[in-house]
């Protein structure tokens, strides 16, 4: 079984829109900047790749991540023909920390957050009247949690159409416990590369509009052939390579499909030394035997970590790499690690190939892990 992907709108630093988005990964232009959020002399780490709609550097408003969302949300509905009326069709968001940084905002500063507002129900009801809306807090898995959600749901009955949606604004507590926690200091994400450090925190909202095979009037951007999803417990950060073994196995599975099929993987590629070791062996093993393998590519690199939107927002640049041909390369991507040998990873600059099926990886702490597969209808 297939499910219809008819509209997508996204927001990240270096776009407003899914194809400005793809065309300035194919430029490969350095995007992460100076840290505004927050005062930059209290944390190791200087860069962070934020959206840039803050008054002032030093200045944060509350209700971000909301505002992103029903932004996507309202694009990709007009992309799929629904216009603004969804009550009729449920909103499933993905998301790491919800609308904390409001809370953080309020102790700090203050500022006016109502309590109601810290649940994205609340603004999807009064702007698109959605009645039925569900928040999955999957850390950096959530997005595409919410599409193995939506799959289910359209499996069951339950709708024709549903929106798919993940949305995260940089926390000041996030942004901490990372420079804390990680050993070496990160000066830009750079996956997969022997310079890896460590990840940085992106911003941004991505949506998606799913809808049962033939049943949407806007044309099909690209078909969701299966998402797998577990979660192993294995560790609160530090990934298990059998967990995400089984996940992109089960994904093959539901979408039927083998590994040689698979034309382009949207890697997860956090910049982590743990993540990128982990997930290049898992690959190697799981594409063995499979030919010389599939192209792969990592955003965070431009977007840095958007966190719970970061899966979806790959999964709509692989539908754009399937209907451009083109592949945008790793940025900064110059020695790639040992553990990646014989890995088809893209550097220097965009690849062309003939994609049909693209795999998109999202693995988040504590063992939580999707993986989806989509295919290309031109």
């Not at 928040?135 to 950096?140: E, L, Q, R």
């Not at 040689?260 to 594409?287: C, K, Y």
């Not at 754009?320 to 893209?346: F, K, Q, R, S, Y």
């Amino acid at each position: 079984m297939t499910w219809d992907i008819t509209g997508m709108a996204a927001v990240a630093n270096i776009g407003t829109a899914p194809e400005e988005i793809f065309a300035a990964l194919c430029a490969g232009k350095e995007s992460r900047a100076p840290l505004k959020a927050f005062d930059p002399t209290k944390y190791r780490a200087a860069y962070a790749y934020e959206i840039d709609d803050r008054p002032k550097a030093g200045v944060d408003l509350p209700g971000r991540a909301t505002r992103w969302l029903t932004t996507v949300v309202r694009q990709a509905a007009a992309d799929a023909g629904l216009g603004e009326d969804l009550v009729q069709v449920p909103v499933l968001v993905g998301t790491t920390m919800r609308e904390q940084r409001s809370l953080e905002l309020w102790w700090r500063d203050s500022a006016q957050v109502a309590v109601d507002d810290l649940h994205f129900g609340t603004a999807l009801k009064a702007e698109f009247g959605a009645c039925t809306t569900y928040t999955f807090a999957n850390a950096c898995s959530a997005s595409l949690y919410a599409l193995g959600m939506a799959t289910d749901m359209i499996d069951l009955g339950l709708a024709d159409t549903v929106i798919v949606a993940g949305t995260d604004a940089a926390t000041e507590s996030g942004f901490g416990t990372l420079d804390r926690v990680q050993n070496d200091l990160p000066d830009a994400l750079r996956p997969f590369d022997a310079t890896h450090k460590g990840m940085l925190m992106g911003e941004g909202a991505a949506a998606v509009v799913v809808q049962r095979t033939g049943t949407g009037t806007a044309p099909v951007r690209a078909r969701v052939r299966g998402v797998s999803m577990n979660c192993d417990g294995h560790h609160a950060t530090a990934p298990d390579p059998e967990g995400i073994t089984r996940a992109v196995r089960d994904a093959y599975a539901r979408a039927e499909v083998r590994a040689a099929d698979i034309d382009l993987v949207m890697l997860h590629g956090s910049g982590t030394p743990l993540n990128d070791v982990t997930e290049s062996r898992v690959l190697r093993h799981v594409f063995a035997g499979a030919g010389s393998g599939p192209r792969m590519t990592a955003i965070k690199a431009m977007t840095g970590h958007t966190l719970g939107g970061s899966g979806l927002l790959s999964l709509m640049m692989a539908v754009l790499a399937m209907e451009n041909g083109t592949i945008p390369p790793i940025l900064g991507l110059a020695d790639p690690i040992p553990e990646a040998a014989g890995l088809c990873l893209v550097q220097g600059r965009p690849t062309t190939a003939d994609l049909r099926l693209a795999q998109v990886d999202a693995f988040g702490f504590g063992g939580i892990n999707a993986v989806a597969i989509v295919e290309a209808t031109r």
